[in-house]
């Protein structure tokens, strides 16, 4: 069988904001949470005062991109960049550097692929609001998204609203909840949290299709795959719901406007139905994503969970993967083998969720993240990273093998480009194609140094996907 990607195929890679821009407060750019998070952990690790100093280094990084061949590049604005208390004052300094920054990529032939607010909401509105507990956090996201589509929408037309709005809410630093310790008042306010992030999310994509001619928004969903961990049929049901519960209640709002039953059964037994008013119901019927783009690192197992004594229905332990009683309890797949920071490898499990989203939402699907995260060795002036080649290699002939399956697919952009700030391992934990030089402690020279991988992915651009 010939190639099965289409002639017109984004091959591109991806990265964020507060992960590569540094600059965290010149030109009159604002705090953010990503900041605020970052700071607490200066003591021991990079934060995102320089991270990868893309902006003194755009110029540079995308003639690597050019170099490289990527036809999109998917990246983030920093809100607090153009307006720093969130929803004042717009700082034109913001919009000159990302009219450099998509100038640049279109000058080299790169489509802009623009995510909204990726992890760095600004910190005004933490503390003005509570950040996105507020419907005042929806409206201020609103006119932001209004200003960039107005300021940038001549030239970009691939929208996402948030990066990963199913993980951010389950981690409590990034929806700024930090002293609360009470486990129901968590989930309370997660939940308005969540339902105000949907609603902002179906105003923007409708201001975006108002505003912005052939423009073309979606989600950006971190991707769950979880396998029963026997056969028996309540470990079964078990998988089913923690997909539900971490991908496709959110999903199912994006696309039809509503939470799904299992998900409002959750909220009124927990005793936490988010406010929503009337008015409401329309703008998420309304709105209607073009795409959904997809961030796949790895799948899990589940095994039920019984409510017990002391704990009832709804309650969660954990935060990315956490257990749910009543539902399920997480594990890793013993089957599987694992990265050092305990992320399986597994890319048969993406072609099963390119097939899942396809079959039920008939949307078409791009790949926005997908990676392999370790420390690299430079040598030599050189980054030998076959095991990230390995990685891609296996995870763009699933993708392959989606397409062939009938799953439509617009791209694919691995997270990430260069090295970047993990919020987690700092600089230790590295993604990129391309090799930063420095260190968690020491900014060293910051040279931009071309790994093994970067050499390979350039023939699989050239190439079409054809893998050697």
Known sequence: MGNVFPENFLWGASSSAFQIEGAWDEDGKGLTVADYNSFRKSHIQADTKVASDFYHNYEEDIDLMKELGMKTYRFSLSWARIIPDGEGEVNRKGIEFYNKVINKLIKNGIEPFVTLYHFDLPFALVEKYNGWESRKTVEAFHRYAKICFKEFGDRVKYWQPHNEQNLIVRIEERINIYDEEDKWKIDKMRAQMDYNMCLAHALAVNSCHEMIEGSKIGAAVSSSVTYPMTCKPEDVYAAR?????????????????EYPGYYIKYLKERNIMPYMKDEDKPIL???????????????????ALPVDETHEFGVREGSVDFNMYGLFKMSMNPRLKATEYGASIDPSGLRVALNEYWQRYHLPLIITENGLGTPDILEDGKVHDSYRIDYLRNHIKACELAIEDGVEMLGYC???????????????????LVYVNRTDDDLLDMKRIKKDSFYWYQKVIANNGKLD
């Open 414 to 432: 691995p997270w990430s480009f260069m090295d970047l700030l993990s919020s987690a391992q700092g600089f230790k934990k590295r993604y990129g």
């Open 285 to 303: 019927k309304s709105a209607k994503m073009d795409f959904i783009a997809v961030n796949y690192y790895r799948t899990n197992c589940a095994e």
């Open 241 to 257: 719901m923690n997909d539900n519960f971490k991908v496709y209640y959110m999903l199912d709002m994006h696309y039809y406007g």
